[in-house]
């Protein structure tokens, strides 16, 4: 019979933790974390993204900063924004949610947010060492990294599966599929609508979906005993 892999408990166990560590920051330095989050425009699912986050830093008592610019705003007037919360000693982690609106380059904006505070980890300089073996990135990204976490928590090992990735953006596919490189997986990472898909799905031990696109993964692919993580949300104009 199928182990429901139970996110929203996993969560609140996590949120339960955390909630312990900014009391004890608050109690030894009288201060506790903030996170700032810069959107542009009023997608809306990154509205929907930032209202969680908001939420999620009220019930572990993280303070939360949000900057709302318009979607014509420029690429010069993103970055001078995230120079100001890169000085801002009250902002120790800075999110912009993406995706950006096409005419902001978005290497250009992250590589601009402080590799000190660049919670997502998508810092060129976190990005890389989260490649290389023997090196460990400041920061993770974090919806990767919870995917590992769900594993960890519900007593999946890692260690010498197969894994299989479906999807390979920068905000998912690619940084899941490293983590698990590192936790000892054997990686495959399977693009959107490849011929062999099936085949490749019904060895895996571990299948993360983060493809974007629903009903994708059929579940005659799987094979009995593999653990499956299905990422996203889908939205109408979502992007992979």
């Not at 542009?40 to 009220?58: H, I, P, Y």
Request: aromatic fraction near 4%.
């Amino acid at each position: 019979m199928a182990k429901i892999i139970d996110g929203k408990a996993i969560a609140k166990e996590i949120h339960g933790e955390i909630a312990d560590e900014v009391r004890s920051l608050s109690e030894k330095h009288g201060k506790v974390p903030g996170l700032a989050v810069v959107i542009v425009g009023t997608r809306e699912d990154t509205q929907s993204f930032v209202l969680m986050k908001r939420k999620a830093c009220a019930e572990v008592g993280i303070k939360s900063f949000e900057l709302g610019l318009p979607e014509d705003v420029s690429e010069t007037e993103v970055i001078a924004t995230v120079h100001e919360l890169n000085a801002n000693p009250d902002v120790h982690g800075i999110l912009v949610q993406l995706p950006l609106p096409k005419h902001i380059n978005e290497d250009n904006v992250l590589s601009e947010i402080s590799i000190e505070k660049d919670v997502d980890g998508f810092h060129p300089l976190n990005i890389g060492k989260l490649a290389m073996k023997g090196r460990e990135p400041l920061f993770m990204p974090c919806t990767p990294k919870g995917c590992l976490e769900l594993l960890s928590r519900s007593g999946i090992s890692i260690k010498g599966k197969k894994a299989v990735v479906l999807g390979r953006s920068n905000i998912v596919g690619l940084p899941v599929a490293l983590l698990l490189l590192k936790a000892g997986a054997t990686v495959t990472i399977v693009r959107f609508h490849a011929p062999d898909s099936a085949k490749i799905i019904c060895e895996a031990d571990i299948v993360i979906a983060a493809a974007g696109q629903a009903m994708m993964i059929k579940g005659d692919w799987l094979k009995p005993g593999a653990a499956v993580i299905d990422v996203g949300t889908i939205w109408p104009d979502s992007y992979s």
